[in-house]
């Protein structure tokens, strides 16, 4: 506004400077209370968009959820090969091998059993560790060791993949063989390899640092539980197939080569092993 309009402001009388004074203010207000408005229409459109697109995120967020339930139970039904490790926590570590890392790969691509398939041979999967092992050649092996593990640390007491995993490879230990509570058996450790099963131990023979012309086959059962029927048919099956492979002399429960330091296999039955105990 110019000067005049100061200059006519000065010489209106007071009652209708008031009045006008008072009409800007209203215009004043009104002003305000429109942009007021208009601000928070267009914040609310805002946030119907923001509202939108968390709707959307959400329903993206359960698909990667499923994905990722997908690959668990995928990496459930092969237990993942770079965990691993035992219930037989009593099991002295042998020392972990300094090499794994370098152990892991080679093994897994040599591995493959199906690839000899004698007649009668046992489904054996794979699953190769990286620890609780020492690579070896040209060891006799002349004696065969059952154990019995379980998922101790929580979870699924019978779950392979937690087994391995927090049981064997926190202790670095493994045993070469460990056969499900379906019957399904993995091979950890590669025949010829001196797997970490038996710790401190002794044959009825006198002979002692028994890991070292040994196999380790761990039957998957709480310490209540006795094998499964699929489980000792799946055993029988494995022990024919080594008793074969191999000139087995003895075939004995850890608890036979470590007495008063090892309980099992648990609940045991050698009667239901076709081969029997052999001392
Ligand atoms: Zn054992």
Known sequence: MGRSFY?????MKRPLKNKII??????????LALALFVFRDGSRKNQLVVQSEAGASEKTAPSLNKQEKDNSSATKAVPNPKTASARESAVPAAPASSDSGTNQAAPSVKTST???PAAGAPK??????SWGFAKTSGRVIDTIIIHSSYNATGGEAHSVEGIINN???PNGVSPHYIIGRDG???RLVLD?????HAGVSKLP????NVNNFSLGIEIVEAMSESPSAAQYASLNSLLDYLHAKYSIKHILGHSDIAPGRKTDPWNFNWNKIQLGKME
């Open 7 to 11: 200059v006519k402001m000065g010489r």
């Open 22 to 31: 008072f009409g800007l203010s209203l215009a004043a207000v009104g002003i």
């Open 114 to 116: 199906t690839s000899t």
């Open 124 to 129: 054996i999967i794979n699953n190769l560790v």
């Open 167 to 169: 049981e064997y490879k």
């Open 184 to 186: 399904t058996i993995y």
């Open 192 to 196: 010829q390899d001196i797997a970490y």
């Open 205 to 208: 023979d006198g002979r002692t």
